[in-house]
């Protein structure tokens, strides 16, 4: 029963992906309910814009690295990778995240031991893949606080999503896009767009251009995703290049937002899986492909995370490694140097 719940619950996340695209017959029909979220949205920003409600400015520079759209986008590589970035450039960077399915609201710290269900996949992911400071609550601001009274060396926090948590005040916003861009255009729930497409930012990303042009958009830049050799579950020591598991039955799994751009990195790759999208942030509470006859199963290191009670010696992992632009990582460079901490 569980397993069918599943699988009904991709089928309507991929319709729905799929109508958000085009403006067919669904997007008009959700029209009036997307001018509703649009005058609420609106509302909700001008208390901000207004000075109705405060700003909270942090103590240290704060990077947001978020999207407008519903949706994985390649948000998580991204932060991964901007904070090995502003390392190298002399930084000690700190993250915080909201920590989807994270329990309780208190700030937390995240270590690469922390349970993926009591802290959320993604903090786990960048705190293993980092070793920066990750702290996760749902309140950013308390969330950006404690992580600085914890830590005080460190000087600028990458906020990994949190584009439309406006209390937090920031210093560089970064929005990313993957292939599907805004969609039809449309704000939820005719569309996939959070805020309009027009919202000031000071940069943007678009994972996998090479599937389009980029768009001509101000400061828009190429962010590659590249995958690395495949290392086993049960033993990380054992890598395998993708390209060696061609000519063998191979399944594709992914509980992310964007199940068939990680199904369509592995056909890059030379490979024909077999694929299961699973619903984004999948449990795994237990293991769904016990009944699975193939030889090699392929997931995220986002799901890989969540794998822990259970071991299926077919699962293999494939790491994403995202490569930023020389050219934006001096953009943000410039703006943190010119903000010094208070």
């Given at each position: 029963m569980?397993?069918?719940?599943?699988?009904?619950?991709?089928?309507?996340?991929?319709y729905?992906?799929?109508?958000w695209?085009r403006?067919?017959?669904?997007?008009?029909?959700?029209?009036?309910?997307?001018?509703?979220?649009?005058?609420?949205?609106?509302?909700?920003?001008?208390?901000?814009?207004?000075?109705?409600?405060e700003?909270?400015?942090?103590?240290?520079?704060?990077?947001?690295v978020g999207?407008?759209?519903?949706?994985?986008?390649g948000?998580t590589?991204?932060v991964?990778?901007?904070v090995?970035?502003?390392?190298?450039?002399?930084?000690?960077?700190?993250?915080?995240?909201?920590?989807?399915?994270?329990?309780?609201?208190?700030?937390?710290?995240?270590?690469?031991?922390?349970?993926?269900?009591?802290?959320?996949?993604e903090?786990?992911?960048?705190?293993?893949?980092?070793?920066?400071?990750?702290?996760?609550?749902?309140?950013r601001?308390?969330?950006?606080?404690?992580?600085?009274a914890?830590?005080?060396?460190?000087d600028?926090?990458v906020?990994d999503?949190g584009?439309?948590h406006y209390?937090?005040e920031?210093d560089?916003?970064?929005?990313?896009?993957?292939?599907?861009?805004?969609?039809?255009?449309?704000?939820?729930?005719?569309?996939?767009?959070?805020?309009p497409?027009?919202?000031r930012r000071?940069?943007?990303?678009?994972?996998?251009?090479?599937?389009?042009?980029?768009?001509?958009?101000p400061?828009?830049?190429?962010?590659?995703?590249?995958?690395?050799?495949?290392?086993?579950l049960?033993?990380?020591s054992?890598?395998?290049?993708?390209?060696?598991f061609?000519?063998?039955?191979?399944?594709?799994a992914?509980?992310?937002?964007?199940?068939?751009?990680?199904?369509?990195?592995?056909?890059?790759?030379g490979?024909?899986?077999?694929?299961?999208?699973?619903?984004?942030?999948?449990?795994?509470?237990?293991n769904?492909?016990?009944d699975e006859?193939?030889?090699?199963?392929?997931v995220?290191?986002?799901?890989?995370v969540?794998?822990?009670?259970?071991?299926?010696a077919?699962?293999?992992?494939?790491?994403?490694e995202?490569?930023?632009?020389a050219?934006?990582i001096?953009?943000?460079?410039?703006?943190?140097?010119?903000?010094?901490?208070a």
């Amino acid at each position: 029963m569980d397993r069918m719940a599943d699988r009904l619950k991709a089928r309507a996340e991929a319709y729905v992906t799929r109508e958000w695209q085009r403006r067919g017959t669904f997007a008009w029909a959700m029209t009036p309910l997307a001018c509703l979220f649009a005058t609420i949205a609106a509302v909700r920003r001008a208390t901000f814009a207004l000075g109705w409600r405060e700003r909270v400015k942090v103590d240290v520079p704060i990077v947001v690295v978020g999207n407008v759209t519903v949706g994985g986008t390649g948000k998580t590589p991204t932060v991964i990778a901007l904070v090995e970035a502003l390392r190298a450039a002399g930084f000690t960077p700190g993250v915080v995240s909201r920590g989807y399915g994270s329990k309780g609201s208190e700030p937390r710290p995240v270590t690469s031991a922390s349970s993926a269900s009591q802290v959320g996949d993604e903090p786990v992911l960048i705190a293993r893949r980092t070793s920066a400071p990750v702290w996760v609550s749902r309140d950013r601001v308390a969330c950006a606080k404690a992580l600085r009274a914890a830590h005080i060396d460190v000087d600028v926090i990458v906020s990994d999503d949190g584009l439309q948590h406006y209390r937090l005040e920031r210093d560089v916003e970064l929005v990313v896009f993957d292939q599907r861009l805004a969609g039809n255009g449309f704000l939820l729930p005719a569309g996939p767009l959070r805020e309009p497409l027009s919202r000031r930012r000071d940069a943007t990303l678009v994972n996998n251009p090479f599937e389009r042009a980029l768009p001509p958009w101000p400061d828009t830049f190429a962010l590659s995703l590249t995958p690395g050799d495949a290392w086993h579950l049960a033993d990380p020591s054992l890598r395998r290049p993708l390209a060696q598991f061609a000519g063998t039955r191979v399944l594709a799994a992914a509980g992310i937002g964007a199940p068939e751009r990680f199904f369509a990195t592995l056909r890059a790759a030379g490979l024909a899986p077999a694929t299961r999208p699973l619903p984004d942030h999948y449990a795994f509470h237990d293991n769904p492909f016990v009944d699975e006859t193939v030889d090699a199963i392929l997931v995220t290191e986002k799901d890989a995370v969540k794998l822990g009670a259970w071991r299926d010696a077919r699962i293999w992992v494939v790491p994403v490694e995202a490569t930023l632009p020389a050219r934006l990582i001096a953009l943000v460079v410039e703006k943190l140097r010119g903000r010094s901490p208070a």
